[in-house]
């Protein structure tokens, strides 16, 4: 009879590892699920940044005309539709920031073109695609972090997933420009 028990013991035990190991294996499989759930949405968010960007680029090139309008046009365009991946150029997208801030660094072009109207939209688009970008970056931060987990490369948690990866670019947002004094009328 002792053996019995045992043996019983023995296997209940063995069932409630392995319920224990499956609960675990499931828990972080979903775990890593949801984390590229939250890189695919701060992908979303980065690319939506990026088009308003871009959009504000165009039309604040529109209105500036010149040098500064035809730069900005062009890394505008370059930056232009996104890759498979949903976002743009890495090297474009840091050729729009820089010729952001060179448009925006010049106040006289600004109002003589009546283009100071843009400047907080500008601005704004500007931070945006700063903060989406953070935000995405950490997004596929965490997510590579677990997936270099022994767990989840020994029993392939991951699936047929992607690695995420980051997306790195210039954007420094422009230095808000001090306003340029109305000529004095006499």
Same mark, same amino acid.
Request: proline share 6%; hydrophobic share 45%; charged share 25%.
């Given at each position: 009879?002792?053996?019995?028990?045992?043996?019983?013991?023995?296997?209940?035990?063995?069932?409630?590892?392995?319920?224990?190991?499956?609960?675990?294996?499931?828990?972080?499989?979903?775990?890593?699920?949801?984390?590229?759930?939250?890189?695919?949405?701060?992908?979303?968010?980065?690319?939506?940044?990026?088009?308003?960007?871009?959009?504000? $680029?165009?039309?604040?090139?529109?209105?500036?005309? !010149?040098?500064? +309008?035809?730069?900005? =046009? @062009? &890394?505008? /365009? *370059?930056? %232009?539709?996104?890759?498979?991946?949903?976002?743009?150029?890495?090297?474009?997208?840091?050729?729009?920031?820089?010729?952001?801030?060179?448009?925006? $660094?010049?106040?006289?072009?600004?109002?003589?073109? !009546?283009?100071? +109207?843009?400047?907080? =939209? @500008? &601005?704004? /688009? *500007?931070? %945006?695609?700063?903060?989406?970008?953070?935000?995405?970056?950490?997004?596929?931060?965490?997510?590579?972090?677990?997936?270099?987990?022994?767990?989840?490369?020994?029993?392939?948690?991951?699936?047929?997933?992607?690695?995420?990866?980051?997306?790195?670019?210039?954007?420094?947002?422009?230095?808000?420009?001090?306003?340029?004094?109305?000529?004095?009328?006499?």
């Amino acid at each position: 009879m002792n053996e019995q028990v045992l043996a019983v013991l023995v296997v209940v035990g063995a069932l409630a590892a392995a319920l224990a190991c499956g609960l675990y294996l499931s828990w972080r499989a979903s775990r890593l699920h949801r984390l590229h759930q939250r890189v695919d949405r701060s992908r979303a968010g980065l690319r939506t940044a990026l088009d308003r960007r871009r959009e504000t $680029a165009v039309r604040l090139s529109r209105a500036l005309g !010149g040098g500064h +309008g035809r730069a900005l =046009a @062009a &890394a505008a /365009a *370059a930056a %232009g539709p996104a890759g498979p991946d949903g976002l743009g150029g890495e090297t474009a997208e840091s050729a729009l920031s820089r010729a952001l801030r060179r448009a925006l $660094a010049d106040p006289a072009a600004l109002r003589a073109a !009546g283009a100071a +109207g843009l400047l907080p =939209a @500008a &601005a704004s /688009a *500007a931070r %945006g695609v700063h903060l989406a970008r953070v935000f995405y970056n950490d997004a596929v931060s965490d997510t590579r972090r677990a997936r270099r987990s022994r767990v989840v490369r020994l029993f392939r948690l991951s699936g047929g997933a992607p690695l995420p990866e980051f997306f790195e670019i210039d954007d420094l947002p422009p230095e808000r420009p001090a306003p340029v004094p109305a000529p004095d009328t006499m």
